[in-house]
């Protein structure tokens, strides 16, 4: 896509173009020294009659209505400038050279992607999948969900160098399910009462019994129990366990996003030798905070089929150049644990950072990637996550396969299905709701079933 920066101008009588010419000039001298590109001073002006909005913007003709009504209704000459930055290419290879196959993808720029992830954004886990890693199903309870559903309880253990550690399991398997079921693991960043082994207590958060309705089995665990959501130096949990112990934590150390991504990978170890579960129809799905985490476990872990992010805006699915919600350094400052060391230093400069989040969801090609985003979620920046999902879809067209199958944001209530790329636009505030899970399987119907 051609980078674009729209400016649209409002002229009052009676100003000079001169002056409207030395404001704009300079203007466009500060974004450009921002990294962005800005069309001339004639370009601009003829804008004024043949203004074409970015696709994938909507919102820029909200500013551009804001613009002229502003001046109509208060006579003064505005100037509004909406600007597109440019992303990093997901195609050109560190050594310069343009990636055009799906084998040069996979065996060469796939990996270069994933450790830049690992070095300047989300950290570098000391081990995969330990040696001695072990599952144990601790019960098994038919009948429950009035019949509809088998409970499995597994514990999941491992050991480091520092000590032990594990984690439980939740999984419900539909009784209905005549051949092993596909299965949606959700990271649960809030408290256990959302998700009630006993049924007990149900939450739209995590909707088990709507989802064993659809047909499906569904997964989950606390990301408590992988690694605690606070500010403690990264010094317990997993991060206690196989640290290495006493030594200054390496700039690239995984931090706490990282953790829970490495448990949800942990999760996947279990489910795929489940013989109730379909090892190839596994999806991870998170919210928030989980949702960056469900992102990077997808991106890095190639037995995901889907990956499923809700609201996780900057450091998730959002792109952080050019971003109205929150911003890298304003994340570092509220929760310095979940990413690495090295990111801080890409506070108030994400324009110089090598990486941006298309490219993290083009790490999940050409498997499938859903992206959600709320109306009212302006820390989240949905338009900055809908432009990810539109830069990341020509990785897919290495592999013949489309990406995201529209490149205008969409109305609330009209999700974006048909491609490997899946979006939708919720009208509210930052939530999970019952509604984006019923999309969400909406969209695993039409390409997992």
């Not at 209505?65 to 600007?83: D, E, I, T, Y």
């Not at 290495?244 to 448990?263: E, F, N, Q, S, Y």
């Not at 997808?298 to 037995?303: S, W």
Request: hydrophobic share 40%.
């Amino acid at each position: 896509m051609e980078p674009l920066a729209a400016i649209a101008v409002c002229v009052g009588k009676g100003i000079p173009q001169d002056g409207l010419r030395a404001e704009l000039t300079s203007r466009q001298r500060k974004f450009r020294k921002l990294g962005f590109v800005v069309p001339g001073f004639r370009s601009s002006m003829r804008l004024l009659t043949c203004y074409r909005p970015v696709p994938q913007y909507s919102s820029m003709r909200n500013i551009l209505v804001r613009g002229f009504m502003g001046f109509l209704l208060s006579g003064s000459p505005l100037l509004v400038s909406a600007v597109e930055p440019v992303l990093p290419d997901p195609f050109t290879a560190m050594d310069g050279t343009r990636v055009r196959t799906a084998a040069a993808w996979q065996s060469g720029r796939r990996g270069e992607l994933l450790e830049l992830f690992r070095r300047e954004v989300y950290g570098r886990a000391p081990v995969e999948r330990p040696v001695d890693l072990a599952s144990e199903v601790t019960d098994i309870t038919t009948g429950m969900m009035d019949g509809a559903a088998t409970r499995k309880l597994v514990r999941i253990t491992w050991s480091g160098p520092n000590g032990n550690g594990g984690m439980n399991l939740i999984i419900f398997v539909p009784t209905a399910s005549k051949k092993p079921a596909a299965c949606l693991l959700f990271i649960c960043n809030r408290e256990p009462k959302n998700i009630d082994p006993t049924r007990k207590e149900q939450s739209e958060f995590w909707p088990a019994e709507a989802i064993i309705a659809r047909g499906y089995a569904t997964a989950t665990f606390i990301v408590g129990d992988v690694a605690p959501d606070a500010n403690d130096g990264n010094s317990s949990g997993v991060h206690a366990t196989f640290d290495p112990k006493g030594d200054a934590r390496a700039a690239d150390a995984w931090g706490t996003l990282a953790a829970w991504a490495w448990g949800a990978s942990r999760a996947v170890d279990y489910l795929v030798t489940d013989p109730d579960l379909d090892p190839k129809r596994v999806a991870v799905a998170g919210h928030s905070r989980a949702g960056k985490s469900a992102l990077w476990c997808g991106a890095q872990d190639e037995r995901v089929a889907l990956t499923i992010s809700n609201n996780s805006g900057c450091g998730g699915a959002a792109v952080a150049r050019g971003t109205t919600g929150e911003t890298v350094a304003v994340i570092n400052q509220k929760f310095p644990h979940w990413f690495n060391a090295n990111y801080k230093r890409w506070n108030n400069r994400e324009v110089e950072m090598p990486v941006d989040q298309h490219q993290l969801l083009a790490l999940c090609a050409p498997r499938l990637v859903y992206v959600a985003s709320a109306t009212e979620d302006a820390n989240a920046d949905p338009a900055a996550e809908f432009r990810a999902c539109v830069e990341a879809s020509p990785v897919w067209s290495l592999f013949n396969r489309t990406g995201l199958a529209a490149k205008v944001m969409p109305s609330p209530g009209q999700p974006i299905h048909d491609g490997r790329v899946g979006y939708h636009l919720r009208a509210g505030e930052h939530n999970l709701t019952e509604a984006d899970w019923k999309l969400f399987m909406d969209y695993t119907d039409q390409h997992l079933r």
